[in-house]
């Protein structure tokens, strides 16, 4: 495997990661483009991401592998003048200690062997995430205290000590010392558990195991102290399910309150998260199975749902059919294949893909276009062929179409 990646790499496959840098920072520049001012916040990179990536673009990532450009991304301006000034405070500070008269050959090993290993590290991370990866952090915090110690140690520099107030006793201090992890672990344990049991519902929902289901979603949202959109998403697809193939043998009563069901999940879920494109998607859905005399008044068509979750997320192919489907009722089949193909050259994580490049394979057919045709046969098999006929590609990372029961 090894080899194979080395072998892509030199040969600058377009396949491999490594080569198609270029296009993901494209990307990226188009998410800081907009945002470069106060960023988009922490860890959002992947949700603004699709909005921007471009075609040629292959794999999706979720990070714009080049830590500056991140950090400009999700902290704004001030994010990579904050990094080179750091850069720029170690450099000086090396370069002091170096010159310091008596500085012993040991000192000089252990001022500069961290300086460039953290210098090399910190030169990759222009074409790649190592501030993102947990495991780099570790020893890089390793040599960074190596560093530090080593030139405290040469400067002569005077330590400012902190301790607990003289009166506090060991276990109060002790307290205070570990309050602030089991803050932190009772704020982010529980919600990775959460996203545990929400991808364990998911596949007892394609499974057909639905009152297993059912207690992991239902867990899942206590856990996480209703804050984890995905399982609102994961939570809906029951209710759509029902409209969907159940609607004639429901009353009045029981179909009002699926469509009550159905909207507290997504309203929830996009309340959570504005840019769930997913959500939105399933918005749309909704508005085309439901009795009208049960969704509010003031909301919006599903086209207009279906336009907003494309714009959010480029790959969204479940937005793309339905939009490509309005168009093609209207009469409009020129616009309709326009859409469509806008989103040919991308490469899809969901089994969803099938449907769409059947889709495509019919429209040319129909159009006597047959070298298209070919083509979109081919795309067919081979997407047949990575996913098996299984059910369990997700619109973009994030939920499965909803299974019927």
């Not at 396949?15 to 296009?23: A, G, I, Y």
């Not at 049991?197 to 059912?214: C, H, P, T, W, Y």
């Not at 043998?249 to 309203?267: C, F, G, I, S």
């Amino acid at each position: 495997r090894m080899i194979a990646r080395v072998s892509e790499m030199v040969s600058f496959a377009q396949e491999d990661v490594s080569n198609n840098r270029l296009n993901i920072w494209m990307g990226a520049l188009g998410v800081l483009k907009e945002n470069w001012i106060f960023g988009i916040g922490i860890g959002m990179f992947f949700l603004h991401y699709n909005e921007y990536r471009i075609p040629e673009e292959l794999k999706g990532v979720y990070h714009a592998h080049s830590d500056p450009l991140q950090f400009g991304i999700e902290l704004g301006v001030l994010g990579p003048i904050l990094f080179y000034a750091f850069l720029m405070a170690v450099l000086v500070r090396t370069i002091k200690t170096y010159r310091v008269e008596g500085i012993s050959s040991d000192q000089r090993v252990l001022l500069l062997a961290p300086f460039f290993g953290l210098s090399a590290v910190t030169l990759h991370s222009h074409v790649t995430f190592n501030f993102y990866n947990l495991s780099i952090l570790y020893g890089c915090g390793l040599l960074l205290a190596v560093w530090y110690l080593t030139s405290e140690q040469v400067l002569r520099a005077q330590r400012k000590q902190v301790m607990m107030p003289t009166k506090t006793s060991y276990a109060s201090g002790l307290l205070l010392i570990i309050l602030p992890f089991l803050f932190l672990g009772g704020l982010f344990l529980p919600y990775l558990a959460s996203e545990h049991l929400v991808n364990s519902a998911r596949q007892k929902m394609i499974k057909g195991d639905l009152e297993s289901f059912s207690k992991d979603i239902q867990l899942a949202n206590k856990l996480s102290r209703h804050t984890n959109y995905r399982s609102n998403l994961l939570a809906v697809t029951v209710p759509l399910t029902l409209l969907e193939e159940a609607r004639a043998e429901m009353d009045a009563e029981r179909t009002e309150n699926v469509v009550k069901q159905a909207l507290y999940y997504l309203e929830n879920a996009i309340a959570i998260n504005p840019r769930s494109a997913a959500a939105l998607y399933y918005m749309g859905q909704l508005k085309e199975l439901a009795p009208a005399e049960y969704l509010p008044e003031m909301m919006k068509t599903s086209e207009e749902y279906y336009k907003e979750a494309l714009r959010l997320d480029l790959l969204h192919i479940g937005a793309r059919m339905e939009l490509a489907d309005i168009l093609m009722l209207r009469g409009d089949k020129k616009e309709a294949l326009k859409l469509l193909e806008a989103g040919y050259r991308f490469q899809y994580k969901t089994v969803k893909v099938v449907e769409y490049y059947q889709k495509m394979a019919f429209i040319y057919l129909g159009d006597g276009n047959m070298d298209r045709y070919q083509h979109a046969l081919k795309k067919l098999m081979r997407a047949q062929e990575r996913f098996g006929g299984s059910n369990v590609g997700q619109e973009s990372g994030e939920t499965p179409s909803f299974v019927a029961p």
